[in-house]
């Protein structure tokens, strides 16, 4: 009795044993599937990937009612009434919100490597519109060529210096679109981890398991302290999570799919949280940044810097000057400085054009890794599945194995005795 006790315990560690040896395995094996190592393999599943996701997308907005809706939408454009204007204004304005609204979507989408759309668009026209309000002494635009183009109006117009909060009240919409965009980008997580946990896998397992046996990082404590976080308060952790700059955030749409709370509840504070709190905080800070004294204060400061500060402070006031000069739509008549003027703003485009250039290729091979190791993951599922309903097959045939005699010989049945009296 002992000796088969011990047998069976020593198989069932035997095969928990190779059970995280595959798993382990097959985490590395998903992990190895990066552009830069496996480029074909990459590939291959990535667009495996994105064509089974599109084609599940379409599926979804085939639904009945979807076009339902809209079809009554264009039925509601059509028909005359006072709501006609409305419509004719949001119809203008569409292109207006479908832009920062997709280009939030970009960056936040990619589990932490998404496009940096604030630092290439958002983060620029916040920028140029400070500058052009404290040149020109007003915020009035004119439209076009604004926003493409911040200019001053034309002679005479009343002069004003506007204060930070109306500058914050111009550029307010575009900043809300935008952070609502965000909150949109962060639903893909949510919706995965939730869609695992209710068919029996778990996100938050894979990723853990193959750490238990390694010492926590200071990005594991991170990682940690925002599941903690989301999870012990709730829906004021989510919206605190969401307030601040945090890259991590992914870690809380997956955590709160994960244990199952409620869409609207974790919508609602990333949504308040996204294009409230963390856009305006943002934007505050870049129009603080690029307020006319703290500019001028950061020019003289350079200046002061030993070896390059000199180098430094004249292509960088003359590219303010060139900038300042475009706003009054008239040039230097000085010809040389003009042209210092041209240089400085051409190398500093230039810069700008190629940093935005790396951004963009690091979100694409971002994204093609996710998918590909994503098209991994899912055909380890499929095979797991596929493994384990083979084995509860044959455990169900040794389990009801034929009946027999206690001599081997197969047991007569009612049925066969009738037989043979027939």
């Not at 095969?15 to 393999?41: G, M």
């Not at 920062?100 to 979507?105: D, E, F, N, Q, R």
């Not at 992914?250 to 990333?270: E, I, M, N, R, S």
């Not at 060139?322 to 739509?329: P, V």
């Amino acid at each position: 009795m002992r000796r088969r006790m011990s047998s069976n315990a020593e198989a069932c560690l035997a095969s928990s044993a190779t059970k995280d040896a595959v798993h382990e395995k097959d985490c590395l094996e998903c992990k190895s599937l990066v552009v830069w190592r496996r480029p074909l393999k990459t590939l291959q599943y990535s667009i495996q990937e994105l064509f089974g996701m599109l084609i599940d997308l379409g599926s979804r907005l085939l639904n009945r009612r979807f076009l339902g809706s809209l079809l009554a939408l264009m039925i509601i454009y059509e028909l005359p009434g006072p709501h006609a204007s409305y419509m004719e204004m949001g119809r203008q304005n569409l292109g207006f919100i479908v832009y920062w609204m997709g280009l939030g979507l970009l960056s936040s989408v990619g589990f932490g490597t998404g496009l940096h759309t604030f630092l290439l668009y958002l983060g620029p026209h916040l920028a140029a519109v400070t500058l052009a309000a404290y040149e020109c002494h007003s915020l009035d635009f004119p439209v076009p060529p604004y926003p493409d183009q911040k200019i001053c109006p034309k002679e005479p117009y009343i002069r004003e210096m506007p204060n930070i909060w109306q500058i914050l009240s111009k550029v307010r919409t575009e900043t809300m679109f935008w952070g609502v965009g965000t909150a949109l980008g962060e639903l893909p997580p949510y919706f995965m981890a939730r869609a695992a946990r209710l068919s029996g896998k778990s996100l938050l397992q894979e990723e853990s398991q193959p750490e238990q046996s390694k010492r926590l990082t200071l990005f594991g404590k991170s990682k940690l302290l925002v599941e903690r976080v989301v999870l012990r308060i709730g829906f004021f952790g989510i919206l605190l999570c969401a307030s601040v700059p945090n890259p991590l955030f992914d870690l809380a749409g997956v955590a709160c799919g994960h244990f199952l709370v409620p869409f609207w509840k974790f919508f609602v504070a990333t949504l308040i949280g996204k294009a409230v709190f963390k856009s305006n905080i943002q934007q505050l800070i870049v129009i603080v940044a690029f307020s006319d004294d703290l500019i001028g204060v950061l020019v003289k400061a350079l200046g002061q810097v030993p070896f390059i500060g000199s180098k430094i402070q004249a292509p960088l006031h003359n590219l303010l000057t060139s900038t300042k000069q475009r706003m009054h739509l008239k040039m230097s008549d000085d010809k040389q400085e003009s042209d210092a003027a041209y240089t400085g703003l051409g190398i500093v485009a230039h810069v700008f054009q190629l940093v935005a250039l790396f951004i963009v290729v690091y979100f694409a091979v971002s994204v093609l890794n996710a998918l590909a190791q994503k098209r991994c993951k899912r055909l380890q599922l499929e095979k797991i599945e596929k493994d384990e309903l083979a084995q509860k097959a044959e455990r169900d045939e040794k389990d009801d194995p034929p009946e027999t005699t206690y001599r081997g010989l197969p047991k007569i049945v009612e049925e066969t005795i009738e037989e043979i009296n027939a």
